[in-house]
């Protein structure tokens, strides 16, 4: 009887202090929803289509960002601070997960915690109010020791002990993604200029040439290899040749002078014309 009334007396303590704090915000709470993005660089420029939005290539890492968003825009989304340590992640062969499959698990300790947006922390939790707020930190994998074949795999973010759930509230999330090898020469290409352009954009610059150097040597004519080592120039001061190389890649994909490339997105005049464009745009603001 008395641990009975201690358990009711701890039930009301804290349904009143939720009520409190509820009617403080002026909104409900709610259970943070997990979110998965993939940051791939995305562009096949020599390869077959691309069977899934994203495609990641051998020798290139597969990065992504695991979440918190708020599922219920109505609420305000609450998680323990400590909520990636209560994430399960996992790939799965597929586009989509059978019930019954078993996944490469994943873990992932994050180096640091980022956001999109307000997120306020208050007592041990997070909370976020608004779709656009987030809160998210970035994983990535060596793909041959996840021991990854050519394929179709889903991504997968669960909070631990739970199943996904359909509907619109759901608290889970999972992203395709295509996966292949670079034995084939177009798919070496592609995969070389993939990890060129992540050098670029992280500082690497010696990485960044030398993926690049490895494209010229066997297509000269690569826009996109040259529009890399333009840039990497500009960051390196030589003006000169970042500009050659800019103005020439802009020449190349403007007149279509490399047979070999089958960029999908090239192929819309709007967007062969943006390309250009900015690779100009960039050479002028140079200034040399």
């Known amino acids: 009887m008395n641990r009975l009334l201690r358990t009711c007396a701890c039930i009301v303590v804290v349904t009143g202090f939720l009520e409190a704090w509820v009617t403080g915000q002026g909104a409900a709470v709610s259970q943070a929803g997990l979110y998965l993005r993939l940051a791939p660089i995305g562009f096949i420029d020599y390869g077959m289509p691309a069977r899934s939005e994203v495609v990641f290539i051998e020798g290139e890492p597969l990065v992504f960002e695991v979440g918190i968003r708020n599922a219920r825009p109505d609420t305000i989304a609450m998680a323990d601070e400590n909520w990636p340590a209560m994430v399960d992640l996992a790939i799965y062969e597929g586009r989509r997960r059978a019930a019954d499959s078993t996944g490469i698990p994943l873990t992932c300790a994050p180096a640091s915690m980022q956001q999109e947006g307000t997120v306020r922390h208050e007592n041990g939790r997070v909370s976020v109010n608004e779709p656009s707020d987030h ?6 994998f060596n793909s041959q020791e996840l021991g990854l ?5 889903n991504l997968q973010a669960v909070w631990k002990g739970t199943a996904p759930t359909p509907g619109p509230f759901r608290l889970h999330d999972s992203i395709a993604f295509e996966f292949r090898s670079a034995i084939a020469d177009d798919d070496r290409a592609d995969g070389l200029l993939h990890r060129a352009q992540r050098a670029l954009s992280e500082g690497r610059l010696s990485e ?13 004519s690569s826009a996109r290899a040259l529009a890399i080592r333009g840039a990497a120039f500009a960051r390196r001061g030589d003006c000169v040749r970042a500009v050659n190389d800019l103005n020439r890649a802009a020449n190349i994909l403007e007149n279509a002078g490399d047979a070999a490339e089958r960029n999908v997105q090239f ?14 745009d960039q050479a002028r603001r140079l200034g040399c």
Request: charged content about 30%; some cysteine; hydrophobic content about 35%.
């Open 149 to 153: 074949q050519p394929g179709l795999y």
């Open 267 to 280: 192929r819309d005049p709007a967007q062969r014309r943006r390309a250009t464009q900015a690779w100009r």
């Open 208 to 220: 960044a040439e030398s993926a690049v150097a490895e494209v010229l040597r066997t297509r000269p």
């Open 135 to 140: 809160q998210f930190f970035r994983c990535s």
